[in-house]
C-alpha cells in the first residue's frame, strides 16, 4: 500500500501508544502528511504534551470507547501492544485495519524517490544525524526520522517539502527495518543483540542479509572495513540473490583493509590524530580529498560513524562543503555522548551504552579526553540481554576504576528474578574490580557526591531510565 493512496481521501489515524519516542515522530510526520492524528498512551509525559500543543487529541487511557468515538481509518500501534489490548480488540471487532509501526514506517519508505536507511547493532543515531546534518548543509530537503531528539530540528523528526529524500534509523529489533524499502541502505556494525528475538549471532547476520533484499536494484549498501559480520551479511546475501545488483561502498580509516573485499575503503579517513580526545582527519572519496575533519565526538567509533554518513549523504547529492561543515560542527543527538554540563568539577556525559561492545566504546572515547578519574554509572537494558551476555557484561566493565550499577531496566519484559546488575557487580569483584550495585537509582546520587573530585568525568550509561540522573545533576536552565 503506498501512503499517497491513503492520503488522498483525508484519512484519521489512531497511534497506540503514541508517547513512544518513533511513534511521537511517526505521528508527527502523519500530520504532515495531512492524516487527522489521534493516539493514546497510558504514560504521560513531554513527548505526548508536545503532541497536544500540535493539535493531535491524545487519550491518556487505552479504552474501547476511545476507538468508537473517533472511528478512525486504520490504526497504527507499537509491538508491546498485544491483541487483548481494548483499543486493539475493539478494532478488530469493527474490521479497522491495524498496522505495526514498522508496518507504517515499511509504507513511508516506499513513498519516496530515495530513502536512506542507517542500520546496525551500534551508532545508528549518531549516523543518521550526521547524515540529515550533511544533506542540509548541502541545501537538500530530507524527510528525517530519528530514534533520539536532533539539535539541528529541535525534535526526533524533520519534514521535507516533497518526497524526494527520506533518511530513517532502521532498527532490527523484532525484525521491524525487514519492512522498509531502500535507496541506499547502510550497516553500521553487526553485534548479537536483541537476544530475544536472535539467539544466536548468526541469526543477527541472518537478518541484516534479509534486510539488504528490499534495497533497491542497483542501490547502494555503505559498510565499514572492519566488520566480519557485515561481510558474512552481505556474502550471504549476494549467494541467496545472484540475480539483484547492489553497490558495495566501503569505509576505512588509515590503510585498514574491508573485510569484504580485501581492499581500502572508497571513503578514507586518512592521517587521524587526536587533540584532547577528539578526533581530526583528512576525508578523501577514493583519491580525492573531500575536506578536513575535526570532530567534535570521542573515539574511532565516531570515525567509523562519519565516514558512512559522508558516504551515505555523497551518494546522494550532498556536497563536500556540506559534509565536512557538518562533521566540524556535529555535537551528538540527544543521549549519544551528550555532555550534559558539570556537576561540583565534574563532567557529566550521558550515552546509551546499554550494550556491553557500545559501552566499551564509549568508555575507550572517553578515557582520551582529558580528565582525572572516570566514574561510571551503567544500567543494562532487559532481563535477557543481560543473562544472555552476562560474561560480556563482566569483562566490558571490570577495567573501570568503579562502576555504580543501576537494576536493570525493561519496559517490555516480566522480571523472573532469574538475573540482576549485582549477579553483575558481585563477578566484578570476584575478579578483582569494584563495583556497587543500587536498587534504587536515585541512591546512586550520594555515592557520586562521595566519589567525585574536580575534572572528574562522570560517564551515565544505559537506557533513558538511568540517563535522568544525568539531568537531576545538571538541570536545565
Known sequence: ???????????????????????????????????EVYGSDMHPSERTEALKNRGIKIYDSQVKENILEVMPDFIVKTAAILPKNPEVAIAIENNIK???????????????????????THGKTT?????????????????????????????????GSDK?????????????????????????????????????????????????????????????????????????????????????????????????????????????????????YDLYYLDAKLGSVSLRVPGKHNIDNSLIAAACAYLNGATPEGIVKALNEFNGADGRYTIKGKYKGATVVVDYAHHPAAARATMEAASHIPHHEILVVFQPLTFNRTKMLFDDYVSSLLPCKKVLFGEIFS???????????????????????????????????????????????????????????????????
Open 164 to 280: 524526494k529524500l527520506l533518511v530513517s534509523e532502521a532498527c532490527e529489533f523484532n525484525r521491524s527495518f525487514l519492512n522498509f524499502r531502500s535507496t541506499t541502505a547502510a550497516i553500521t556494525n553487526i553485534d548479537h543483540d536483541h537476544v530475544d528475538c536472535y539467539p544466536k549471532l548468526s541469526d543477527v547476520v541472518d537478518v541484516f542479509a534479509k534486510f539488504l533484499e528490499k534495497l533497491d536494484d542497483n542501490g547502494n549498501v555503505v559498510i565499514t572495513g572492519r566488520e566480519p559480520n557485515t561481510a558474512e551479511s552481505i556474502t550471504q546475501f549476494v549467494s541467496l540473490n545472484p540475480g539483484k545488483k547492489i553497490n558495495v561502498i566501503t569505509c576505512s580509516v588509515e590503510d585498514e583493509l574491508c573485510s569484504y573485499t580485501g581492499e581500502k575503503g572508497m571513503f578514507r579517513a586518512v592521517d587521524v590524530n587526536y587533540i584532547d580526545g577528539l578526533p581530526s
Open 98 to 120: 491495524i498496522y505495526d509501526r514498522a508496518e507504517f514506517l515499511g509504507i513511508i519508505t516506499e513513498s519516496y524517490d530515495a530513502v536512506i536507511n542507517i542500520s546496525g
Open 127 to 159: 549516523t543518521t544525524s550526521m547524515t540529515s546534518l550533511m544533506l542540509l548543509n548541502s541545501d537538500k530537503d530530507p524527510t528525517v526520522h530519528l530514534g533520539a531528539e536532533f539539535y539541528a530540528f529541535n525534535d526526533t523528526i524533520r519534514l
Open 1 to 35: 500500500m503506498n501512503i499517497d493512496s491513503l492520503l488522498s481521501s483525508g484519512k484519521k489515524v489512531y497511534f497506540i501508544g503514541i508517547g513512544g519516542i518513533s511513534m511521537s515522530g511517526l505521528a508527527q510526520l502523519a500530520q504532515g502528511y495531512g492524516f
Open 411 to 477: 519496559d517490555r519484559e516480566v522480571n523472573t528474578g532469574e538475573i540482576s546488575s549485582k549477579d553483575i557487580a558481585d563477578k566484578i569483584n570476584e575478579q578483582g574490580g569494584d563495583a556497587e550495585f543500587y536498587e534504587k537509582k536515585e541512591d546512586i546520587l550520594p555515592r557520586i557526591d562521595e566519589l567525585i573530585s574536580e575534572d572528574d568525568i562522570i560517564l551515565i550509561l544505559g537506557p533513558e531510565d538511568i540517563r535522568s540522573l544525568g539531568d537531576v545533576l545538571c538541570p536545565k536552565a
